[in-house]
């Protein structure tokens, strides 16, 4: 048999060379999502309901286009491809009826990717559990199947979905997040991780909920997976792994008292129920519900709605046609009354609370149940099975191993969970940038370190300064990469997730051409992974038509590093026109950084700080399309290091590469270190390079289309360094006078003084 294209050998990757590889990826798409037959992106109406009938073939993009789009990605670097699909795109019809027509489709889409060499790990994809609950994921069926009536979720509030908003543009900047802690969601992931604890009496063809959704999903997967393997020419080329369930949630578990905000949900926006609250409202009651809105140092309370579904519910009619799907629910599970009514947790009669501390508690044992008791019991339960269901298929494959986000990884080291090939996939997104789609270039926040309990209060964890807030984000990274090893043991670590809103400033740099603040903060990301010395990330994202007005056609996010609305980018050097744009003060967000009031940090403003804007925005004449921030996420990067990798890093301002490794002999001739480095930044002839010996080469390849410029390394055994310096050109978001840095510096004074 052939040596494996990539395996682990403790923190690293391998090659069948033995050399270090970095995964430098790319999410594969968005759009995967939602439907491509209809077309039914989050703005979309029409049809919605009609969940069962829908296709998602088409998705990421057509076969007859792949070749276009992964010779694009290749072009810019990414060697590394995370393949977004949903369980509604397998098992979108009913429980076990299989879409083959979807299935053949990505067995050619895959196909097409093994000519670019992408290394591919399968990314079964889900947010706030479904499109019906405002997200991705799951089957319209599931929410029927708990005895839940999705049509009824907008006017209970039980979940915000813009689908069904009366104004989609203008639908919320990143409240479907919210849904996370809304009554539907909470429902379904409650059920999906430990209905038979909570839920014992929800039966449905003699099972409890748990097993039979759970077995639904990973039956859906496994059905895929059986399907590339008997396609006999993908295992280990392109497709390397599988990673688990995205962004899992807790639902319920773990909720202490259902009466209050747990003070772990740090994520606030619109109406903020409590889970009591959502209950209410999801059986017809009327609510007076606190409302938050988001701010600079993150959510704060803005105020108090009331939110009445004027007697409407949720749960679905008992006169509702229960045998549609061909399942048997128990008669002992009610249909047109609350799950929880019925498992004793409130008296519907009266109104009240008779245990409200039914989440909190493990009933099996008594043990007070956290989230990080959550993640240890029902989460690695479920992880068991999914595992073991993927190693039957695929003995060899790599474990993409995704724990819910941001929380405490599950203690597995030195277990027998502790899998060599599990690789350690948590997610990171500057949150202050994401929620209020605008880049501070004065102060952010320690938001993991707030998490953690690092300080204080979230005061103590602001990071004042360009070079502060570049550092904190490594700091970040690096801190959530020593926490896998802490708890999971010694295993690589990429970030499956990160990424950037593009329509920062209320869409500026679209009416503009000015990307300043798109670069500022995409190359503070990067920086961060570079600094951290993760063994690589998937950037989110990639989406082939995202536009300008809807963005990636998903909840209004716009993260794609394309849009069909921006110029494309060029292939090889491009001119000084094409260049970062120089430094735009007239910018929104500049204004908004170096404002008085955000100047003068003081608890009373920096909530509010970042929540308006200050400036209207002068609409720009004629072509002012930009190149979408490519300076900042085409960079150098190594992909083949011939021994130890011990760091790399590239400064966007002084266009300078730089990488440092440990080598256990010479290099053979036909091994040698291989580093991507972007013709974009560094053209033929006007590029230098001092290494600490050796030989090397530069030069372009194409493969089907994709044109790349590699740096190839023949050197000696030690440690090596080497610098490479491209071409320097106007700067973007990056401080580039000495009247610049000195004006940071005053504003820094001013923060400090006050704080």
């Not at 543009?169 to 997040?177: E, G, I, L, Q, S």
């Not at 409202?281 to 606190?290: F, L, Q, Y």
């Not at 519910?313 to 249909?335: A, I, Q």
């Not at 004629?622 to 990067?637: K, N, S, Y």
């Amino acid at each position: 048999m052939a040596p494996l294209r990539l395996r682990i050998e403790g923190r690293t990757f391998r090659d069948s060379e033995n050399r270090e590889v970095t995964l430098h990826g790319i999410n594969c798409a968005a759009d995967a999502k939602f439907p491509a037959r209809p077309d039914q992106p989050s703005n979309v109406a029409d049809g919605f309901f009609d969940g069962d009938n829908v296709s998602f073939v088409g998705r990421p993009f057509s076969v007859q286009d792949a070749a276009t789009h992964f010779a694009r990605l290749r072009s810019w670097g990414y060697n590394t491809i995370r393949y977004v699909f949903t369980w509604e795109a397998i098992e979108h019809a009913g429980p076990g009826r299989y879409d083959e027509e979807w299935i053949s489709h990505t067995i050619a889409v895959l196909r097409e990717a093994k000519a670019f060499g992408f290394y591919i790990f399968m990314d079964p994809h889900q947010d706030v559990w479904s499109r019906f609950t405002g997200g991705s994921g799951a089957p319209m069926w599931t929410l029927y199947a708990c005895g839940l009536d999705p049509t009824f979720f907008d006017v209970t509030e039980a979940a915000l979905v813009q689908n069904v908003s009366p104004d989609p543009a203008n639908f919320p900047k990143m409240v479907w997040a919210t849904n996370y802690t809304r009554l539907a969601c909470q429902v379904m992931f409650t059920c999906f991780f430990a209905g038979k604890v909570f839920a014992p009496k929800a039966i449905i063809d003699g099972k409890n909920i748990q097993d039979y959704l759970q077995n639904h999903y990973i039956g859906a997967v496994e059905h895929l997976a059986k399907r590339l393997h008997e396609a006999g020419d993908l295992w280990h080329d392109p497709l390397v792994g599988w990673e688990s369930l995205n962004e899992p949630n807790h639902g319920l578990i773990g909720c202490e008292d259902i009466t209050v905000i747990p003070k772990e949900q740090k994520l606030q926006r619109g109406t903020s129920p409590t889970a009591w609250q959502a209950i209410l409202t999801g059986s017809g009651r009327a609510c007076e519900v606190d409302t938050w809105d988001f701010g600079g140092l993150g959510p704060y309370k803005s105020g108090s709605s009331l939110v009445d579904p004027e007697g409407k519910t949720v749960w679905l009619s008992p006169d509702y046609d229960d045998t549609k799907y061909g399942w048997k629910r128990d008669p002992g599970w009610r249909l047109g009354e609350c799950i929880w009514a019925q498992h004793g947790v409130w008296d519907p009669a009266t109104d009240t609370v008779l245990k409200k501390d039914y989440f909190g508690k493990d009933p099996r044992n008594g043990a007070t149940v956290n989230y990080e008791y959550f993640t240890n019991h029902w989460f690695m339960d479920h992880w068991r099975k999914y595992s073991k269901m993927l190693k039957s298929i695929f003995p060899d494959s790599l474990m993409f191993f995704q724990p819910p986000p941001f929380e405490i990884p599950p203690s597995i080291k030195g277990t027998k969970d502790d899998d060599p090939n599990i690789v350690f996939c948590p997610h990171f997104y500057d949150g202050i940038t994401l929620m209020t789609k605008k880049w501070n270039r004065v102060w952010n926040v320690d938001v993991f370190g707030v998490l953690r309990g690092k300080y204080l209060t979230p005061a103590f964890a602001i990071k004042i300064g360009e070079t502060a807030i570049r550092n904190c984000f490594a700091h970040q990274l690096g801190a959530m990469q020593q926490e896998g090893v802490d708890y999971m043991g010694i295993h690589p670590c990429i970030f499956s997730e990160i990424g950037i809103p593009y329509d920062m400033d209320d869409k500026y740099a679209y009416k503009t051409g000015n990307y300043s603040s798109q670069i500022a903060a995409m190359d503070a990301n990067h920086y961060g992974l570079e600094e951290a010395k993760v063994n690589g990330f998937t950037l989110w994202t990639y989406v082939a038509t995202n536009n300008h007005f809807w963005g990636d056609r998903w909840n209004g996010e716009d993260l794609s590093i394309y849009s069909i609305d921006d110029k494309p980018v060029p292939g090889g050097a491009f001119s000084e026109t094409e260049s970062r744009a120089s430094l735009d003060t007239s910018s929104p967000s500049f204004s908004n950084a170096h404002s008085s009031e955000t100047l003068n940090v003081n608890p009373s403003n920096l909530r509010k700080t970042l929540s308006t804007d200050r400036m209207s925005i002068k609409s720009g004449t004629g072509d002012v399309r930009g190149l979408r921030a490519a300076e900042a996420f085409i960079r150098p990067t190594p992909i083949f290091t011939h021994g130890d990798l011990t760091g790399f890093s590239f400064d966007l301002r002084n266009c300078v590469f730089k990488i440092t490794l440990s080598a256990p002999n010479s290099t053979r001739e036909e091994a040698p270190t291989i580093m991507y480095l972007p013709g974009f930044h560094f053209p033929s002839g006007q590029t230098t390079i001092e290494a600490s010996g050796g030989k090397w080469t530069i030069s372009s390849e194409e493969t089907n289309g994709a044109l790349q410029q590699m740096l190839r390394w023949w050197h000696a055994e030690g440690d090596q360094t080497m610098t490479v310096k491209g071409v320097v050109r106007k700067q973007g978001g990056a401080l580039s006078t000495e009247e610049d840095e000195g004006y940071l510096r005053q504003c820094q004074k001013q923060a400090c003084a006050v704080m």
